[in-house]
């Protein structure tokens, strides 16, 4: 249990990479503003922002820090915005964050979510910020709500610290229960329904019955490991998944390549399909000088 507490700490503040910034971007926002916040967010989350509003001591789950940049700073507006007007379940969060929707028309909710990023320390960039959609179409329901948006963007817990077979195994694995639970038995332990779920597969020693997304049919193999050593980014082929709540099948030909081929215009093929497969050995192999193999055996046996 220490040695994982510790190694959590190591991850975290690895991948935070503690160290200030001068950047003295001036703040922008309205003394409207600012009102709503003392009015309906202060109470918990302090008159700074910093999480420790008066009523934040009774609570089991501690309201964010608003004024921290680097987590705060690489969430989405979209994500922002749905906590505030849904409140905590509508991300996986606790339900001890209210959702504000009968309060607030959606242009004071865009003022709340311009007077929070103008908290953060380091000063929020909207370059930096990860793009949406966070709950892409045609993403199916996890039996637990896990945000990657959450691990991998806000926190930015590295990709192979969960998917510890990528490197070595054709499968890139998903986490134990076990995985989750080292960080779990104390964040969110109380106060977050989600995380509750997590815990009662736990106690009953049962595997999470995650909904398999990217899947190539039986006859083909596709190992993680080649890819992974030849530094092929991950998102190169699932897209930017530290920026998503939910995961979306993406696979198959679909009906906008279809009519573009139909007038001619050459589009990418889709992924997951063999051609997307030949497509990019081939060009790698021309651009990259790799070794990526074309022959039918490699890919089928
Ligand atoms: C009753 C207490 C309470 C009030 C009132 C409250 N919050 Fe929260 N808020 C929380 C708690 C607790 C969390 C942490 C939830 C978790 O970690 O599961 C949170 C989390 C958040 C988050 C974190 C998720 C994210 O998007 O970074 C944001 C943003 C946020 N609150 C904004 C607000 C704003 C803006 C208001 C006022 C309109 C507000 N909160 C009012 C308790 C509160
Ligand atoms: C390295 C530490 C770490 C690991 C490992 C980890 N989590 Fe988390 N998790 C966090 C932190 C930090 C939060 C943010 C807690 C908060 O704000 O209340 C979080 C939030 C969550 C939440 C609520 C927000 C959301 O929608 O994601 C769920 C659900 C969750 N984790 C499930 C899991 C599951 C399931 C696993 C294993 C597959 C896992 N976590 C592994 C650190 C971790
Ligand atoms: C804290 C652990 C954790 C981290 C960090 C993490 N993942 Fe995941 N990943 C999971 C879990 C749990 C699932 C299954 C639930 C789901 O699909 O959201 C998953 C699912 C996936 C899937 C879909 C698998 C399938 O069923 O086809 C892909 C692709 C993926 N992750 C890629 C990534 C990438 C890329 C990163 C880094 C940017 C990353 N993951 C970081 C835990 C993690
Ligand atoms: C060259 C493209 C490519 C790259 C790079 C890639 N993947 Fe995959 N990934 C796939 C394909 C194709 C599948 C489906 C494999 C199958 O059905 O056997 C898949 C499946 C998965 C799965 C679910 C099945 C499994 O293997 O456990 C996870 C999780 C996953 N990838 C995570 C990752 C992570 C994390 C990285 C980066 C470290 C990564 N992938 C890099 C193409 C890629
Ligand atoms: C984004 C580019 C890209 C995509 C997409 C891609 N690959 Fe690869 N593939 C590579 C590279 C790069 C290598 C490594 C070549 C090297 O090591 O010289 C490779 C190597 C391989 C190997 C050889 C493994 C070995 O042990 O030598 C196989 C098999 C393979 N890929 C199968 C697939 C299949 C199946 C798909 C589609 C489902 C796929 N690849 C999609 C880039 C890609
Ligand atoms: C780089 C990997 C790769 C290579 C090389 C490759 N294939 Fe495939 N092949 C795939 C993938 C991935 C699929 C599954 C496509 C899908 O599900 O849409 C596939 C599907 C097929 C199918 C089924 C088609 C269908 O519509 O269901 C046949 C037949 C096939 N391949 C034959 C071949 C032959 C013959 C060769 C050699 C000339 C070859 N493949 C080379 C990756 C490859």
New binding site residues.
């Given amino acids: 249990m220490q040695a994982r507490l510790t190694a959590l700490a190591v991850v975290i503040v690895v991948a935070l990479g503690w160290g200030a910034s001068a950047d003295v971007t001036p703040k922008r926002t309205t003394p409207a503003a600012k009102a709503m916040y003392d009015q309906y967010c202060a109470a918990c989350h302090g008159p700074e922002g910093r999480g420790d509003g008066a009523s934040a001591a009774g609570l089991p789950i501690k309201p964010w820090n608003l004024t921290d940049g680097r987590l705060m700073n690489r969430l989405p507006d979209e994500f922002l915005v749905l906590t505030i007007e849904r409140g905590g379940p509508a991300v996986g969060l606790s339900p001890l964050m209210p959702g504000f929707k009968q309060y607030f028309s959606s242009a004071q909710v865009a003022e709340v979510v311009a007077y929070v990023r103008s908290l953060a320390e380091p000063p929020y960039d909207p370059s930096a910020a990860l793009p949406g959609p966070i709950y892409p179409p045609d993403a199916p329901a996890?039996p637990i709500l896990?945000g990657?948006l959450i691990?991998?963007g806000a926190y930015q817990?590295?990709?192979q610290?969960?998917?510890t077979e990528a490197r070595r195994a054709e499968f890139a694995g998903?986490?134990s229960v076990e995985k989750c639970m080292g960080c779990h038995k104390i964040i969110g332990a109380e106060g977050n329904p989600e995380i509750k779920k997590l815990h009662g597969y736990w106690e009953r020693k049962e595997p999470i019955p995650?909904?398999?997304?990217?899947?190539v049919p039986e006859f083909v193999s596709f190992p993680h490991n080649a890819h992974v050593r030849a530094e092929v980014a991950?998102?190169t082929c699932?897209g930017r998944?530290?920026s998503m709540m939910?995961?979306p099948a993406v696979r198959g030909p679909n009906l906008a390549n279809d009519a573009l081929n139909l007038v001619g215009l050459p589009v990418a093929p889709p992924r997951l399909s063999m051609g997307w497969c030949v497509e990019c050995h081939r060009e790698q192999n021309r651009t990259r000088g790799m070794n990526a193999p074309l022959d039918c055996t490699a890919c089928h046996h």
Avoid: G, N, R, T
């Avoid at 995650?210 to 899947?215: H, Q, R, S």
């Fill in positions: 996890q896990f990657h691990h991998a817990i590295d990709c610290y969960c998917h998903l986490p995650w909904v398999w997304i990217y899947k991950c998102q699932h998944i530290e939910a995961i």
